[in-house]
């Protein structure tokens, strides 16, 4: 089993910056991907970024050149640094990690971290 928790929502105005982190702990594999994922009311869930084990990153067009995902050493814990924050990133963002053991792919999520930008 894997637990994920997120840390760093909260109440931001346009222009501004945000970094969450997602801390990973249990049962992990060496070679997974871990990302963010993020759901407005009344829209589905959507990919923001994704990291690889060996630090790949991958980005919505929507935050290209805006946000930054990174690892720690250990890989262990994730980052994603939101500059120039649009009132369109409101929304609850969940920490993902994928991996895959004995031939099965397993996903685990986070319990979510809100994220509102407003003036």
């Known amino acids: 089993q894997v637990e994920l928790v997120e840390s760093g929502g909260g109440l931001v105005q346009p222009g501004g910056s945000l970094r969450l982190s997602c801390a990973a702990s249990?049962?992990?594999?060496?070679?997974?991907?871990m990302g963010w994922y993020r759901q407005a009311p009344g829209k589905q869930r959507e990919l923001v970024a994704t990291?690889?084990?060996?630090?790949?990153?991958n980005y919505a067009d929507s935050v290209k050149g805006r946000w930054t995902i990174a690892r720690d050493n250990a890989k262990t814990t994730i980052y994603l640094q939101m500059n120039s924050l649009k009132s369109e990133d409101t929304a609850v963002y969940y920490c993902?990690?994928?991996?895959?053991?004995?031939?099965?792919?397993?996903?685990?999520w986070g319990q979510g971290t809100q994220v509102t930008v407003s003036a």
């Open positions: 990291i690889s084990s060996s630090d790949l990153p």
């Open positions: 249990g049962n992990i594999s060496s070679i997974n991907i």
């Open positions: 993902n990690l994928g991996q895959r053991k004995s031939g099965m792919t397993y996903l685990y």
